[in-house]
């Protein structure tokens, strides 16, 4: 199990977040539910369409996202505009990890101009989350629930 390898500091940081995990497919959501809780994240939510998404945003005020590029609904594209320009919803600096099945340089860049932190190309391993999540952390950008 990778959380062996996570110092006390970061151990203590993922105690605290709160995940939103956003994919269409049930097995992705289950490996990334997996991925996280193997690193000790205190909690997570996941919803299948990008509406769900979008609800879950107000409900469970996430401390960062995880949100496939390809989900069905309203699409991500979308959900990153909403979340970047919102007066309304409860973190518009939301950490938004992106995860899809294509690393197209068109498709990265886009998102990374749309405001997502980052972008990983599926499938996901413990390492890379942890690593991400440590760096969202130390730029200040993980908000606590």
Known sequence: MYARGIN????????????????????????????????????A?????????L???????PSVMILDWNIPGLDAREIVRMVRGSRTLPNSALPIIAISNSGKASVVNEALALGVNYFLVKPISPRRSEEHTSELQSRGLISYA
């Open 8 to 43: 006390e500091t970061k151990r203590a940081v993922l105690r605290e977040l709160v995940v939103l995990i956003a994919d269409g497919q049930s097995y992705s959501r289950s490996i990334m539910r997996t991925i996280i809780t193997q690193l000790g994240v205190k909690s």
């Open 45 to 53: 939510c996941d919803v299948n369409n990008g509406d769900a998404a």
């Open 55 to 61: 609800e879950a945003i107000v409900t469970f005020e």
